[in-house]
């Protein structure tokens, strides 16, 4: 089940997030709609339901509006604004960056090759202290290209920008360029945020997004900042044994059934798992479970459609700030569990930087590429 870690409550932004659901003023609505026309214009998104066509689009935010013709305009006078050039100095190993969303943060850079493994590889460099944050934190990211428990191996070589934000507890990974022997591959992961997006993400060079999202079919949230963790990832330089995938979302955030079935128990054991939620799907072979819940609107016995609201997402039980632990478990074999992005009945898709972020893209990509050349 869920074990928080050190890390767990480190990797959290203190601020607090967003509340979006109680407006009444007819001000912020229209702030909301111009906000979701800015989202809907900054992915291309190639799920093939999210279509311009369509009276909704599937953004971070959940489905949004259509641009109008107001929210184009304005949306043009944004982008203006952010083609500050982006630019860094240096101080010893620091770095201070200006421009976009870099704007004053403070970035480091670090080189290595692995040696017996990635956690003595860091700490062999970084200070005590932060190394095996620093070295969970690479293996979080790396999770989303290999098994980290395996694949990582002597002699890897990872190239790294990152930094500790201000005003936030925790690590902040700008770029991510990592080899890989064993896979034979080169794999790269670089943050992005234009000025309009909610919450940045991390592409490849190409500016194709390399964190993949759940269909809104089969998500179990739609609506949520991160994901946190992946099951099996690696946490604090060891295994975790984390059995489900983190989303990370503000309380109150509304949790669907990924699958049809028959919710078969409700808050058990609620010391770990707070308020928490388990539904049978004989035809898939599994049962999902979603825990740390804040509301549960189904009881045991009954059964569910794919897609219905169940309850609202929080942080009771052991949890160190407001998220969704989803997990698939195997009906018959009691300890196996699956990764959401690779289970097969997951349908997920990942978003391309647009045609109108592209330049301000390709100049991150560019100051990214200077400072690992600089460090
Ligand atoms: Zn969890």
Redesign the pocket.
């Known amino acids: 089940m869920?074990r928080p870690t050190v890390l767990d409550k480190q990797n959290w932004p203190d601020k607090k997030p967003r509340r979006k659901n109680r407006m009444g003023v007819g001000l912020f609505i229209l702030l909301m709609i111009f906000n979701a026309a800015f989202i809907a214009f900054n992915v291309s998104s190639s799920q093939t339901e999210a279509n311009n066509n369509l009276s909704s689009v599937e953004t971070d935010e959940g489905p949004t509006f259509v641009p109008t013709q107001t929210a184009r305009k304005a949306e043009r006078a944004r982008s203006t604004q952010s083609a500050t050039p982006v630019s860094f100095q240096s101080s010893g190993d620091k770095f201070q960056l200006t421009g976009g969303y870099l704007e004053g943060k403070e970035v480091r850079t670090l080189r290595l090759t692995v040696q017996s493994s990635l956690t003595f590889s860091v700490c062999r460099i970084v200070a005590e202290g932060q190394c095996r944050r620093l070295a969970a934190h690479i293996a979080r990211k790396l999770s989303w290209f290999l098994d980290v428990n395996k694949d990582i191996r002597k002699g890897d070589k990872v190239d790294l920008i990152y930094g500790n934000l201000p005003g936030q507890v925790g690590l902040k990974i700008w770029k991510l360029k990592y080899y890989s022997g064993y896979l034979d591959k080169k794999l790269e992961m670089n943050f992005f945020k234009s000025l309009n997006m909610n919450y940045g993400s991390y592409f490849d060079r190409q500016g194709k997004e390399v964190i993949s999202r759940l269909d809104s079919r089969s998500t179990p949230i739609r609506n949520y900042s991160e994901i946190t963790?992946l099951p099996g990832e690696m946490r604090r330089g060891q295994l975790s044994g984390?059995a489900?995938t983190?989303f990370k979302a503000e309380v109150g955030t509304p949790i669907f059934a990924s699958f049809s079935g028959r919710v078969t128990r409700t808050n058990w054991n609620t010391r770990k798992n707070g308020y928490c939620i388990e539904i049978d799907h004989p035809d898939k072979g599994v049962k999902t479970l979603y825990l740390h819940l804040d509301k549960v609107l189904v009881r045991p016995g009954q059964r569910v459609k794919q897609g219905i609201k169940i309850g609202h997402s929080g942080n009771t039980g052991r949890s160190y700030a407001p998220h969704l632990?989803y997990e698939i478990k195997s009906r018959g074999r009691k300890k196996t569990v699956y990764n959401p992005f690779i289970f097969k009945y997951h349908k997920k898709y990942s978003r391309t930087i647009s045609n109108q972020h592209r330049k301000e893209f390709d100049k991150a990509i560019r100051l990214y590429d200077s400072l690992l050349q600089a460090g």
């Open positions: 869920h963790a984390h489900g983190d632990h």
